[in-house]
């Protein structure tokens, strides 16, 4: 093993390699995710994009072993884990869902935050009685050390009078509020990589930059990893270090942050940005043709094929490799084998 390779072990957190989760129903085959590989580095924040049922959601859950039963089923890949630099990684994949390795790594060290924190909270708890059994779970401490730590995390995520909203229940809390309470929750046990679902969505837009403004504060003084899940390209380019593009299952372009805005490659990137308005902007917007395909009955070439404004015969056919543009950006699209033709 060279030096590149052990610097590279030392700095990556998460290795997902060739993940394949499936739903089996009676009208056939759901590829929720379909051959998903991607890396998180320490401290790094990964944002994944795409329209609501292209497997972003999914994706997420299957890093932690939560995908709907009994329906959903990882069926292939790695979920590398590397718990600690330099030993060998844990593959989350292998584990059983409720096995006690599982459980230790779930909540502890790979937090999640939901999209709906009204839905997520249990409406008969208090918002304290939930961050002190997450922390009782996973932490060896007494309750009365849990209570004063759940006080401390809601004070940390700038919830004001912490010692009068810990017995307070979610109903009485602004939505803002309460996706406070969440990210408290899913921070009190000092995880190395917490995955925000669409934490933002159902805010309005000034409760959402405060809630981006925590996050990325919180990152900084955890040192934490994140991986962002969200359809508003705006929001990715306050958060994301590197971004993933997924449609149907499949992820369709990598890059820098930098790169999907200014030097993007995938035709469906570049549809998801002309569909973001622009303040001041007099251009009209331009939105993707269609709708996602229908997951059980995808054609047989590109899935983007019906939708795209530069389709080639080949795309109806043939499924596209993944091409490598740069060393850190790649493309699902037959456009670069087009250019690799021309060049030669």
């Known amino acids: ?5 052990i610097d590279d072990q030392k700095s990556k957190l998460l290795e997902v390699k060739n993940l394949k989760t499936y739903f089996y129903h009676e009208e056939g085959i759901v590829r929720a995710a379909d051959d998903i590989s ?5 401290g790094e924040t990964l944002g994944v994009v795409g329209e609501s049922g292209c497997g972003k959601s999914v994706t997420s859950l299957s890093l932690i072993q939560l995908v709907p039963q009994p329906h959903g089923e990882i069926v292939g890949g790695e979920i590398l884990y590397y718990k600690e630099s330099g030993l060998p990684p844990v593959d989350v994949a292998k584990l059983g869902s409720h096995s006690k390795e599982m459980r230790n790594i779930r909540g502890n060290e790979i937090a999640m935050i939901f999209q709906e924190p009204m839905t997520s909270l249990n409406p008969v708890y208090t918002v304290g009685d939930q961050i002190v059994e997450s922390i009782l779970l996973h932490q060896n401490v007494r309750k009365k050390q849990a209570r004063a730590k759940a006080i ?10 912490p010692e009068q909203r810990v017995d307070e229940y979610p109903h009485s809390l602004s939505g803002g509020m309460r996706q406070r309470v969440m990210i408290a929750m899913a921070l009190s046990c000092n995880p190395n990589l917490l995955i925000a679902d669409e934490p933002t969505t159902a805010l309005d837009v000034t409760i959402e930059s ?15 990893s994140i991986i962002f899940i969200t359809h508003d390209l705006d929001v990715i380019g306050k958060m994301a270090d590197r971004v993933i593009v997924m449609y149907t299952g499949k992820i369709v372009e990598k890059a820098k942050t930098d790169d999907i805005f200014y030097n993007n490659k995938h035709p469906y990137t570049r549809g998801l940005l002309n569909s973001i308005p622009k303040i001041g902007a007099n251009k009209r917007l331009i939105p993707i043709e269609g709708s996602v395909p229908d997951l059980k009955h995808l054609p047989e070439g590109c899935y983007f094929v019906s939708r795209c404004p ?21 493309a699902k699209c037959w456009l670069y084998e087009k250019e690799k033709e021309e060049l030669m």
């Open 152 to 161: 401390e995390m809601l004070n940390l995520v700038g919830i004001g009078s």
């Open 38 to 42: 991607f890396d998180v580095d320490r």
């Open 310 to 330: 530069e389709a080639m015969e080949i795309c109806i056919n043939e499924e596209p490799p993944e091409y490598q543009i740069e060393d850190s950006q790649t």
């Open 210 to 224: 405060q809630i981006l403004e925590l996050m990325n504060d919180l990152q900084g003084k955890f040192n934490m």
């Open 1 to 5: 093993m060279d030096n590149n390779t």
